[in-house]
């Protein structure tokens, strides 16, 4: 079962910063903090993973509490193409290629 | 970008009927996986695939299901006997190494059962 908390929905304005939280308080020392989204039905797509330090790629910053108990993704400025259901997924690594656990997400709607 | 492709994307099939649902991951990864998505319900973890073998299978991924990796590049999924209840999207996916490598996923094959 998922280890994560999340809003079911969220709005956001376009050109605005889009943050996500989710909540992994029982949270390992093994497990990795692993973001996704899904639009329309389409395959899920990778955002960004970390451990416990701060993250930044092309598409999102993750932020990572001290205590690893929670975290925020975050989307700079939205678009109306960032309306998707966003995935938080806690994924234990022991040196396989270990699977993800999906949750419900959170609906986020970008609106004009 | 290199990326996981399925095929088809649409597949309608009668119940009992055997299907098979196609996938080319990307082509150095070693890790593959299948999933699937009952339409408004979660993504779900069917089977993980690694040197020829399955690594991990869920409840869900019962006798009627089955796992091949037939040359270099292709991954299917075999359905035997298809029921109402096996329509869904189904998703394929790969990684490339051990450790952290993110799931890749492709689009999916929408599987309608009648």
Redesign the interface.
């Known amino acids: 079962d998922a280890k994560t908390t999340q809003p079911t929905s969220m709005d956001c304005a376009e050109g605005r910063a889009a943050n996500l939280p989710c909540n992994h308080s029982t949270i390992s020392g093994n497990e990795?903090v692993?973001w996704y989204r899904?639009i329309h039905?389409?395959?899920?797509?990778?955002i960004i993973?970390g451990l416990k330090n701060n993250e930044t790629n092309e598409m999102a910053s993750l932020i990572i509490t001290e205590d690893r108990k929670s975290s925020t993704l975050i989307l700079p400025h939205a678009t109306l193409r960032d309306t998707a259901v966003y995935?938080c997924i806690v994924?234990l690594?022991q040196?396989?290629?270990e699977?993800?656990?999906?949750?419900?997400g959170t609906k986020l709607t970008v609106n004009p | 970008e290199p990326e996981?492709t399925q095929t088809p994307s649409h597949q309608v099939t009668q119940m009992g009927q055997e299907v098979i649902l196609r996938c080319v991951p990307i082509s150095n990864h070693?890790?593959f996986?299948w999933?699937r998505?009952i339409l408004g319900q979660?993504?779900?973890?069917l089977v993980?695939f690694?040197n020829n073998e399955i690594?991990?299978k869920s409840e869900i991924f019962d006798d009627q299901f089955s796992v091949e990796r037939p040359d270099g590049s292709n991954f299917t999924l075999k359905i035997r006997s298809t029921k109402l209840e096996d329509s869904a999207?189904y998703?394929c996916?790969s990684?490339e190494?051990?450790?952290?490598?993110?799931?890749?996923?492709?689009?999916?094959t929408r599987l309608t059962v009648t």
């Open positions: 990795y692993y899904q039905s389409q395959g899920p797509q990778y993973h995935y994924r690594i040196g396989g290629s699977k993800l656990v999906f949750g419900k | 996981v070693l890790y996986y999933y998505q979660k993504v779900e973890f993980s690694y690594s991990e999207m998703f996916a990684s190494r051990q450790g952290t490598s993110p799931l890749h996923f492709g689009n999916g």
